[in-house]
């Protein structure tokens, strides 16, 4: 079984200020992770995904995310947020279950940046 | 390539209707997931359609079922709707299987049931 936590379910920061999201899972298989974003009355866009190789994933919108696997965690930053960045995020974990892909999703969370 | 495209984008039905929804992928996608979104449950994971075979099933009851016909599309269908039926439900296509593919959201059709 595998499953994802988001551990805030808002987070308000003002405009040009760092941020980070948390993301914990877990999984009794090898997962590949992904953070995806949705803006209003949007779908899911993908923001990074990390399959292999280096720890530290560098995505759009200049986000980034770093894969701890001891800690089990995949956590979302930004070292200066903008006003358009306010949108809801996902953590997903995907992995292999039963021969068939399954992929999970975390609950969300709320970013709002404040001007 | 277009975008993977979902219709209607809003529907509003009463209890005890059925409706059908409908999913187009990205241009050579096999993969088709429905998932249901609320605000207190965040991405429930419906069910998944790989070369028309459901490859893969989430917790929901038999009222909600799908297809997937030979070019990809998919259609999705609730039956007897409820109240909590009403939700975003996004349809989202990937190239492959694995487990590494990422996935490509359509914008998702708003049900309202009354």
């Known amino acids: 079984a595998q499953s994802v936590t988001q551990l805030d379910s808002q987070v308000p920061v003002f405009e040009e200020a760092p941020v980070e999201l948390r993301c914990n899972y877990s999984s009794s298989v090898s997962v590949y992770l992904f953070w995806y974003v949705q803006y209003p009355n949007q779908g899911l866009q993908l923001l990074l995904k990390?399959?292999?190789?280096?720890?530290l994933v560098k995505g759009i919108n200049g986000f980034e995310a770093e894969f701890n696997k001891s800690q089990t965690s995949f956590h979302l930053r930004k070292p200066s947020v903008h006003i358009s960045d306010t949108a809801e995020y996902f953590c997903?974990?995907?992995?292999?279950?039963?021969?068939?892909?399954?992929?999970?999703f975390g609950i969300g969370t709320k970013l709002q940046v404040i001007p | 390539k277009a975008g993977v495209t979902q219709t209607p984008r809003y529907l509003i039905k009463t209890r005890g209707q059925q409706v059908t929804l409908s999913c187009s992928p990205i241009?050579?996608?096999?993969?088709v997931s429905w998932y249901q979104q609320t605000p207190g449950q965040g991405l429930q994971f419906l069910f998944e359609y790989f070369s028309e075979t459901q490859r893969n099933k989430g917790n929901f009851p038999g009222r909600f079922s799908g297809r997937q016909f030979s070019n990809s599309r998919s259609e999705m269908n609730v039956s007897t709707l409820e109240l909590g039926d009403s939700a975003l439900y996004l349809c989202?296509?990937?190239?492959?299987?694995?487990?590494?593919?990422?996935?490509?959201f359509g914008p998702g059709t708003r049900l309202t049931v009354t």
């Open positions: 990390y399959l292999s190789g280096s720890t």
């Open positions: 241009s050579g996608h096999r993969s």
């Open positions: 989202a296509s990937s190239p492959g299987q694995g487990a590494n593919y990422e996935q490509y």
């Open positions: 997903a974990v995907s992995g292999r279950s039963g021969g068939y892909q399954k992929v999970t």
